[in-house]
């Protein structure tokens, strides 16, 4: 009788007694064969002896790829093979459908035959796990418990979360008797027609060079944006130190083998006097639930649009005391040169650094300072404005691997896949026609933070920039190569830069242009690269102002913004006591802008410069700047005026000056 079904059978035998790689002769004569780890091509990366380890590594050459190593357990037996936990694998979410050929038969199965799902596991483990991309085998003891203690430690993001904790409790109580000790402020009723502004508390973690807390410090911070200018302020212009110059100082003080202090201001800024009329709130958790009265502000606070200025005015004055002068190049570093004697003073609101080479002469400042503001001394420097340093005879590395760990728990992919290199090379992200997004604040606040992780990361200098673009209105697209400029810092949160101890003074510098490279406005993108002996101190990616009509023009610019930099570091150097006795060595791959700037010609093509960017002549004819054609293969600027590919992104990479202790080992 016809069934109408087709009925597919096999005939298979088990021989079990013969399984091949039961017998144990043939699988050792395999495992002869293979060795157990097929070695590195690359040489270590750090050897140190402070900070890091001096057991781990000889030297410290260019960054470079690894690679995962072969062993004979990923070809011996599963049987004898030992077991490893296994990784569920995704399933594809394609609807699947019968195939054409066997339309017309029924391929049902019987249903003691039935086909099951497994139940998936309660907690599958993370496929791309952080821990594989930051280590912390090249650090000494002391070092590894101060990164630990600095990761470990959480601070309170809010009055609620630290009022449930006596530490930080603590804490607040001692900031409003300091600030009441200090005359800060006076309580009064709120006169008619003022306005009392807001305030809010900021908890920070002090920690000790050898990584145990130090204090738990509480800050109470005015909400300074809702003062009114005219009213409640006036000016509020105060400078703040540059990161080159931070860069700057610490490559200087590294080739020099000059120490490095840290010092912390107690309640800077109370310290400035207030002249304007400034009401406040009472502080949340001091205030009584039916008091309605206000505090009158008669010192300088946290937050305040003037405070700023206030406190700098103070801490200048007194320094200018102690026989420092201003800086001409940067108004927040400070000399002080008398005979053999040089001592630096690096200011960056209250914290503040300290460099030379007299010790007697660095002790007698901190002794005059804490007379006159009550100052900590935080010993060696560590962590500057959530930047790590480690030293070590070889050098110091400056990194951001807290601060970049963070950006990435925050934004939930610190387990997503890394990524090679930052941005996909032939974007076309410029031309995004997708809807807006529905949280633009969420793209805003990420691009803002990973603004500040170029301090120490170059490597991100084009992609971030590039994102910048399109904070005002994100579309889908942007956020997607966000996410990729995430995982690619997964690759690598410790990555940072290597100040070398040995080595030469002389600046160098790398200028390029990718013209026309805006898809919508056309206009060229500028991009350089500075550094000082091998020590990497500055760069930028900038868009034109004005749309470039040829390769050479863009390019020209270019230079002009590049010289324009070295002519500054020219002088911040002179002051640093490293002056620049050559020619600063200016290396761009267009002939044709080398002509321009080392000949007065006038044509098509230049006419119409604006007569600003031919100043680049004059720094050349006078001997400053040297121009030198460089290969377009060596053209390291390369990397902050277009997204490369990983093969090419890798290449300059490891030409940057880039270091990562925190790679595997």
């Not at 496929?127 to 990761?151: G, Q």
Request: hydrophobic share 35%.
């Amino acid at each position: 009788m016809a069934t109408q079904r087709v009925i597919v059978s096999r005939d298979i035998k088990f021989l079990e007694s013969s399984f091949p790689h039961k017998d144990p002769n043939k699988l050792s004569n395999f495992e002869s064969q293979v060795p157990s780890s097929v070695p590195t091509s690359h040489p270590p990366l750090v050897t140190f002896d402070e900070d890091i380890d001096p057991s781990m590594f000889p030297s410290v050459p260019a960054n470079e790829d690894q690679e995962t190593p072969l062993t004979v357990e990923e070809t011996m037996d599963p049987s004898v093979r030992p077991t490893a936990p296994t990784t569920q694998l995704r399933r594809s979410i394609r609807e699947r459908r019968p195939s054409s050929t066997l339309k017309g038969f029924d391929t049902s199965l019987p249903t003691s035959l039935t086909i099951t799902e497994p139940a998936p596991p309660s907690a599958s483990p993370q496929v791309y796990p952080l821990a594989n991309h930051v280590s912390y085998d090249r650090f000494s003891v002391s070092h590894k418990a101060f990164l630990s203690a600095i990761t470990l430690t959480k601070e309170p993001k809010s009055y609620r979360e630290a009022a449930i904790d006596p530490r930080w409790q603590k804490a607040m109580k001692q900031e409003i008797e300091a600030l009441e000790a200090n005359q800060t402020w006076e309580l009064t009723t709120l006169p008619p027609g003022k306005k009392a502004i807001d305030s809010k508390w900021v908890y920070k973690v002090k920690f000790k060079p050898s990584g145990d807390i130090e204090r738990f410090k509480a800050r109470l911070v005015a909400k300074g944006f809702t003062q009114i200018p005219g009213v409640d302020y006036h000016d509020t212009f105060a400078p703040v130190a540059k990161m080159v110059t931070v860069r700057s100082l610490i490559a200087v003080a590294a080739l020099r083998n000059w120490p490095l202090h840290q010092l912390d201001v107690n309640n800077a800024f109370l310290h400035g006097d207030l002249d304007e009329e400034v009401y406040m709130k009472m502080p949340e958790g001091f205030g009584q639930p039916n008091d309605t009265r206000v505090c009158r502000l008669k010192r300088s606070l946290y937050g305040l649009k003037q405070a700023s200025r206030n406190w700098h005015a103070k801490f200048t004055s007194s320094l200018l005391q102690l026989g420092f002068k201003q800086s001409k190049f940067d108004y927040s570093l400070f000399i002080a040169h008398k005979g053999s004697t040089f001592v630096a003073a690096l200011i960056y609101v209250d914290d503040v650094v300290l460099t030379g080479n007299n010790e007697q002469f660095i002790s007698l400042v901190k002794q005059r300072l804490d007379n006159d503001f009550s100052i900590k001394d935080l010993g060696p420097l560590k962590f500057f404005l959530g930047i790590e340093v480690a030293r070590s005879p070889n050098g110091i590395v400056l990194s951001q691997r807290k601060y970049a760990i963070d950006i990435l728990e925050d934004s939930g992919l610190a387990n997503g896949r890394p990524s090679a290199f930052p941005m996909e090379q032939h974007h076309q992200l410029g031309m995004a026609n997708t809807p807006s997004s529905a949280d633009p604040g969420q793209y805003r606040r990420l691009i803002g933070r990973l603004l500040y992780l170029t301090v120490t990361r170059p490597d991100l200098q084009y992609s971030v920039n590039f994102l910048c673009q399109f904070v005002a209105d994100p579309k889908q697209e942007h956020f997607t190569a966000a996410a990729r400029v995430l995982r690619y810092l997964k690759q690598s949160p410790g990555q940072g830069l290597f100040f070398p101890s040995h080595g030469s003074l002389q600046l160098e510098g790398f200028c390029d242009a990718d013209w026309g490279g805006c898809a919508l406005t056309r206009r060229s993108t500028t991009g350089y690269f500075i550094r000082l002996g091998a020590a990497p101190i500055s760069w930028r990616t900038k868009k034109q102002s004005v749309v470039a009509r040829s390769s050479a023009e863009a390019e020209y610019r270019s230079m002009a913004t590049a010289v324009s930099e070295l002519i500054w570091l020219r002088g911040l150097l002179v002051e640093l006591g490293v002056p620049q006795t050559q020619s600063t060595p200016l290396h761009c791959d267009n002939q044709a802008a080398l002509h321009i700037a080392a000949n007065p010609v006038f044509h098509e093509r230049t006419k119409h410069v604006e007569m600003d960017c031919h100043f680049v002549r004059e720094r050349v004819q006078s001997g400053e700047i040297l121009p030198i054609k460089i290969n377009t293969r060596d053209q390291l600027a390369d990397l902050f005026t277009k997204a490369l590919g990983a093969e090419r992104f890798r290449y300059l990479l490891r030409k940057l000056g880039i270091c990562d202790l925190h790679a595997s080992v």
